[in-house]
């Protein structure tokens, strides 16, 4: 049994849930260990969480992209593994900073990730904009789940994304395994969407989220549906696509050269200290 | 937007999961509202848990069974509705007292609940053995789900229960919905068990909890089985029945007048102080 004390927080954006733990100087967690991430995110053997944001000062991590940003979100996914960027983790990684007094909140928040540094604003209404680089269309794949399968397409958003148009959310079924695909195509493995186009020219989405299975959102996927849906229609540029997920709505302003922002809710629930044992 | 700091914990039983609010001259949290009960356990807007137990002294709670024991267990659904009782809560509860020295680990350890003042003992491996008082055989009734219906068990442990015995642990689907029965039956809901005798003489049991959904395990739902089984296979008392839930393995012994006990794990995960927030 190992217990250890640290500080800690847990926010959600449109029902993606983090655990934030404020680890300024790299000293309280080190490299953050597989264990204490799985452990953390165990939603009945531990607290519970879509994944585990550290937030740690680019100057005390190593081997992750450089940044001339003070602050670095170190983003895990609940299996452990390291991830590029999350989308809504990324919003609640900003209100904590904004929160906890670490950034001014009426300016840009620029923070570095590993898909490169990026930039946020706060709105007026409380909904925080990220920056999210450029969406690259990389042609197309094939998805299949038990015996349906469908054209898709590939996308990276800094992490790979494979965009399903059905026209029926329900045709993917329960989503309770792991979508196949070709692996040479995403060694890494891949984010699946299915998008649904809705009359009032929004988009519906469900997502199958590499090494956590069906979520409640994603936003890189939001993202990749939304620049899948402005090619596949031919819809002129700049303009905002709305994505409807689970866990709510979310905004993404596509500019020229699929140039792409995510905005929604973020709300930091609970924060304190806790003692977590760990089975040793 | 209301925010209050607090003393919590998290444990689990077999991974039916709680959190864990010690109060104990009830004056942190006061009667412990639906809302706080909500957002605790709601899985990714809060922090998420099956159930809440409030510890808190007998004398400060009012509108329970009397008792002489000096703590009594609090235990609220996910829903923020009263239970009258939890099996896998009670030893989480117990291990919440011993481990706070509150109590004696070494001998028995009284608690009241609003089924009674129970007794549980901790066994040198750590398992958490509580005295869950008679199971009441309560005749039949009719438990359907879709267009499926079975003739079950109508048990009382303290709080209501329909145990249907299946071929297959698949019988039921994917039991996303409420099982259907006679409101006159059950006017305060039932939980209702699915349970398969395997050929080793042991139970394996799914569990739908009123106010929950499907649950990982149900204490009180592994006695209710038990007690089923020895019945209609007429065992000899005493005996032990072992039950498989998704969550781990319970050992029900069934004493002569159905008088049983609840036998198990127990873990507290984390503890600490907490702010939460609710949105007002």
């Known amino acids: 049994m190992i217990a250890s004390t640290f500080a800690w927080a847990k926010g959600h954006g449109t029902e993606n849930d983090y655990i934030v733990l404020p680890d300024y100087d790299g000293g309280v967690h080190g490299d953050l260990s597989k264990e204490l991430v799985t452990t953390l995110c165990h939603r009945r053997r531990g607290l519970g969480a879509d994944g585990v944001l550290r937030v740690v000062r680019s100057s005390s991590i190593h081997g992750v992209p450089e940044t001339d940003a003070e602050w670095f979100m170190d983003y895990r996914n609940p299996d452990g593994s390291v991830a590029q960027m999350c989308g809504n983790g990324a919003r609640v990684f900003v209100r ?9 909140p009426t300016g840009p928040i620029r923070f570095g990730t590993r898909s490169g540094t990026k930039t946020a604003t706060i709105a007026e209404d409380g909904s925080i904009c990220v920056d999210m680089g450029t969406v690259e269309l990389q042609g197309s794949v094939e998805i299949a789940v038990g015996d349906r399968s469908w054209k898709a397409h590939k996308i990276s958003v800094g992490n790979p994304h494979a965009v399903v148009f059905v026209d029926s959310l329900e045709e993917a079924g329960p989503l309770q395994e792991t979508p ?32 956590a299975g069906e979520t409640r959102s994603c936003g890189t996927g939001a993202c990749a549906a939304a620049v899948a849906h402005v090619v596949t229609e031919d819809l002129v540029t700049p303009t905002t696509i709305r994505v409807g997920v689970l866990g709510g709505t979310l905004e993404v302003p596509v500019d020229t050269g699929n140039e792409v922002k995510l905005s929604g809710p973020a709300v930091i629930v609970a924060q304190g200290e806790l003692e977590l044992r760990l089975a040793g």
């Open 96 to 104: 904590f900073l904004a929160e906890s007094g670490l950034v001014d």
């Open 180 to 211: 196949e695909y070709d692996v040479s195509d995403f060694p890494d493995g891949v984010n699946v969407e299915f998008v649904r186009p809705e009359a009032d020219g929004e988009l519906s989405m469900r997502v199958y989220e590499r090494g």
